[in-house]
């Protein structure tokens, strides 16, 4: 009986272990991703003229990164301005409450893409699809996890413990 609870004990230590492992993302400075490109974000308000709206957030996230015009510091749905005499493919202004911005230079191509092939729409985790890979490999090993336990649970009662 204690070498079966042992045992069983050695068994589940690495699946609780695994499934409590979390990963971020570490930022240098704040940003925004504007076709294709990464602009950095000044920590000051600057006083500029903006001309039309160009674009705006479509994706925001400290912890990880999105496709698109992706933002490690400002929400979904935050306005890009081009600015009065330059051209959007240096400087842009990025809106961060009503009539005051922030200037965000043009620093290097945004390479991100993301892997794998996604799930339906219904399995959204912060506006992100969930990789259909993690659903199937989370699936078995939980139908693996309540088997196992079910296992154990009938040797227990068999064996009159």
């Known amino acids: 009986m204690r070498q079966m609870l042992i045992a069983l004990c050695c068994l589940l230590f690495p699946f609780?272990?695994?499934s409590t492992t979390v990963t971020a993302t570490s930022w240098a400075y704040p940003f925004v991703v504007y076709d294709g490109f990464i602009y950095v974000v000044e920590e000051e308000r600057a006083e500029v003229q903006v001309e039309e709206k160009i674009g705006e957030v479509t994706a925001y996230s400290d912890?990880?990164?999105?496709?698109?015009?992706?933002?490690?510091?400002f929400e979904k749905g935050t306005a890009y301005y081009k600015i009065v005499g330059h051209p959007a493919t240096q400087v842009i202004a990025v809106e961060e409450r009503e009539g005051v911005f922030r200037k965000a230079e043009r620093e290097a191509p945004y390479t991100y893409v993301s892997e794998g092939e996604t799930a339906a729409d219904s399995f959204l985790e912060k506006g992100k699809p969930v990789e259909r890979n993690d659903l199937v490999i989370?699936?078995?090993?939980?139908?693996?996890?309540?088997?196992?336990?079910?296992?154990?649970?009938?040797?227990?009662?068999?064996?009159?413990?």
């Open 63 to 73: 912890m990880h990164q999105y496709e698109g015009n992706f933002s490690n510091v």
């Open 16 to 18: 609780f272990y695994l």
């Open 138 to 161: 989370g699936t078995l090993l939980f139908v693996c996890f309540i088997t196992f336990i079910g296992g154990a649970v009938y040797l227990f009662q068999r064996s009159g413990t």
